[in-house]
Nanobody
Framework: QVQLVESGGGLVPAGGSLRLSCTAS????????MAWFRQAPGKEREFVAR????????NYADSVKGRFAISRDNAKNTVSLQMNRLKPEDTAVYYC??????????WGQGTQVTVSS
């Protein structure tokens, strides 16, 4: 079992940057693939980025490719999302998730990101 807590959200102008962090408790963090999802008002939750448990594979949604970067530190039980060149359409609640084989069954409570135009 793993518990996830996100931090780092806030209000930023368009073109700005934010770095989200997710800290995991529990002993098995390094055995999970980690991902970030987001949910904008009135929309379904969508995939943003993923990093494999071995650091070797990262995947991004087309909408954030080239602007966002996911990373993890297994020694510190953290996964981060560096978000650059933010756009108003990036406004959402961002969730950290842990899972395996594309199924994520551990979720954080979410952190709000608001990008002003």
């Amino acid at each position: 079992q793993v518990q996830l807590v996100e931090s780092g959200g806030g209000l930023v102008p368009a073109g700005g940057s934010l770095r989200l962090s997710c800290t995991a408790s529990g002993r098995s963090f390094s055995t999970y693939d980690m991902a970030w999802f987001r949910q904008a008002p009135g929309k379904e939750r969508e995939f943003v980025a993923r990093i494999s448990r071995s650091y070797s594979i990262t995947n991004y949604a087309d909408s954030v490719k080239g602007r966002f970067a996911i990373s993890r530190d297994n020694a510190k039980n953290t996964v981060s999302l560096q978000m650059n060149r933010l756009k108003p359409e990036d406004t959402a609640v961002y969730y950290c998730a842990a899972g395996l084989a594309g199924t994520y069954n551990h979720w954080g409570q979410g952190t709000q990101v608001t990008v002003s135009s």
